[in-house]
C-alpha cells in the first residue's frame, strides 16, 4: 500500500513539474520606467468595463467572436483596479506645471483585448468635468491600436502593449482637457 502511494505521488510530482508556473502580470510599468510625480488635482474615478473583463484572467480575442483566457498568466490586481490606478499615475505626470484644477475623470471602456491581427484594442468613452460645478470640460470615443511585437507575443509583451494603450488614453485625454 505505502509503495502505491509513493508511486503515485512520485507520478503526480513528475507530471505536474512540466506546467509552466502562474505568472502574475502587473499593467504598471516599473518606478524606474515612470516620472517622479506628485499627486494633481485631477481624480480618475474607477474605471468601469464589461463584466468578461471585470476578472483576474489575460482575455485575447482568437476569433471574430471568441475570447480565450491566456494559459499560466493572470492580471495581479483586478483590471479595472489597474487600470484606475494607471490613468491616475499618467495623468500626475503630465500634469506637472498644472496642478490647479479640481477635475474627475471618467472613463468605460467598451473593450480592451489583444487582437488576432497584432494589436492591443482599447476602446473607450471618457468625460472630464469640473468637481465643483460639474461642468464638462471634454468628453470624447478613444480608440486606440497598439502594436504587438511578431515575437514572442507572451505575458509580459501583451502586459507591456496593454500598458502603453492606456498610457496613450491617458495622455489623450490630458490633451484634450487640459
Known sequence: MRGGVTALFVATTAACSGVPPLQQVLLSPPQTARANSQASSWQVRRVRVPEYLDNYDIQLRTDEYVLTRMPNAKWAERLPVAMTRLLQQ???EKLVDD???DYEVDVVVDAFEPQPSGQVVLAARWKV?????ETVVARDNTVIQQALPARPR????????MS???RELAFEIVAKAG
Open 99 to 101: 496642478r490647479g484644477r
Open 129 to 133: 468635468t469640473q468637481s465643483k460645478s
Open 90 to 92: 499618467t495623468i500626475d
Open 154 to 161: 507572451d505575458a509580459a509583451a501583451i502586459g507591456q502593449a
Open 164 to 166: 502603453d494603450a492606456v
